[in-house]
Structures are given as C-alpha cells and as structure tokens.
C-alpha cells in the first residue's frame, strides 16, 4: 500500500503570512495531484505534476515535485480568507497508473482575516 | 449537466436499513470513482470502475458494501444493513482516460445513520 503522509494536519494563520504544506511517501509515484476542498463540496484539482523537480504556479500557489518524485510540497504566498479549505495530495503509483489514486488526509487551512 | 451529480445529497436513515447511492459521471468519461469521507478525515478509497473491465473492489469496507455501473453511465452504491460507523459524505469521481487519473468529483452524499 502507497501511503502519502501530510503535514501540517491543521494550520490556522493570518491574512498576508505565506504558508508551506508537506506531503511525503517512503514509495515513488508517476504522478502527484493537489486538490482543494470547500465544506460541503467535493474536492477540486489544483496542479498535477509528473516530473521529479518540476515546479507549478498557480497565482500565488506554487507545487514542487521532489526529485526522486515520493514528496511534494504546496506554498503559498500572502494567503487571503478565500485560500481557506481542507488541501489533499495524491498520488498515482508508479506501478499502477489510474487504478487506485491515492489520498493523503489532507491539511486543513484556516486563514484568518 | 457538465459536472459529476451524486443523489441524494443527504440521507437520513435508521440502523439495519438498506441504502442506495446514485452517482452520474460526466459524458464520455470512462473512470469512475466511490470515496468516503468522515468527518474531518481524508478521504477512503472505495471501488473503481474502468470502462468494461473488471472493477477495483479493494476498498470496500465489509460485504455490506457493493457498487454496480452500467457500461460508461450511471453508477450505485448500496450499503445494506446500515451501521452508525457507515455515517460519513460518499464521493464520486470520474476521470477521462488520462495517463494521470485526475479526478473530477460530485458534491457528495452525506449518509447519517441513526
């Protein structure tokens, strides 16, 4: 089993601080998605990345793929009220791509106004 | 519509009864997806449906548990015998047929056993 590790598990901050969630795994994975998701909805894809170093921006979102491709990290920068949500990794294993995308337990981002 | 519809959108049952969850996948999406999330929690890989082929039952919790899909379309999950430990939101997600499986969810089926 692929299990993906994310931390922190709850981070409540202020409007304007900049923010770094972690998402690690001991396995290699082909690819690495990010999802957010608002109560009471489903989750909604981010970025995904797919080579070992690469680098995502999303307006001032920023995804890192490690380089042995088995973590991954999400920076934000000057996070505003609206950036609050539950954020999730997961991975497709290098082995079995499609079949069973695994999920971290997600990190839950409060940004205070 | 253009995203994945889950029905109902909360149910409310009573212990020992038999449920069924509805889920349709965007068009021409082949990959279908049941997740469960309690409260708080990640989320738990179910079952996974890829076009005609045999489906990925891993993830079912208990036999309680089984899912159906009609070729490309219309998906169910039915839990029989509901327990209180059955309470949590039922998501569905359904990819295209994409190298990198990324998934497209419904708002989910919240599930209160009582």
């Known amino acids: 089993t692929q299990l993906l590790e994310q931390s922190p598990q709850f981070l409540s901050i202020q409007e304007g601080e900049n923010l770094t969630v972690y998402c690690n795994s001991s396995s290699v994975f082909s690819s690495l998605q990010w999802y957010r998701q608002e109560p009471g909805e489903g989750p909604v894809l981010l970025v995904t990345v797919v080579t070992g170093g690469e680098v995502k921006k999303l307006k001032r979102l920023t995804f890192q793929f490690g380089d042995a491709r088995k973590d991954s990290s999400l920076h934000i920068t000057a996070a505003q009220p609206g950036d609050t949500g539950l954020y999730l990794c997961a991975g497709v294993g290098r082995e079995t791509s499609g079949s069973r995308l695994t999920f971290g337990e997600g990190t839950q981002l409060t940004v205070n106004p | 519509g253009a995203g994945v519809s889950q029905s109902p959108s909360n149910k409310v049952t009573e212990k020992g009864k038999d449920v069924e969850l509805r889920c349709d996948p965007i068009s021409g999406h082949t990959a279908l997806y049941w997740y469960r999330q309690r409260l708080g929690q990640g989320l738990e890989f179910l079952i996974y449906?890829?076009?005609?082929?045999?489906?990925?039952k891993s993830g079912l919790p208990s036999d309680r548990f089984s899912a159906e899909r009609t070729g490309e379309s219309v998906s169910t999950l039915t839990i029989q015998r509901t327990q209180q430990e059955d309470s949590a939101v039922y998501l569905c997600a359904s990819s295209p047929r994409s190298l990198y499986g990324e998934l497209f969810f419904g708002e989910g089926s919240r599930l209160t056993v009582l």
């Open positions: 449906f890829q076009g005609n082929s045999a489906p990925d």
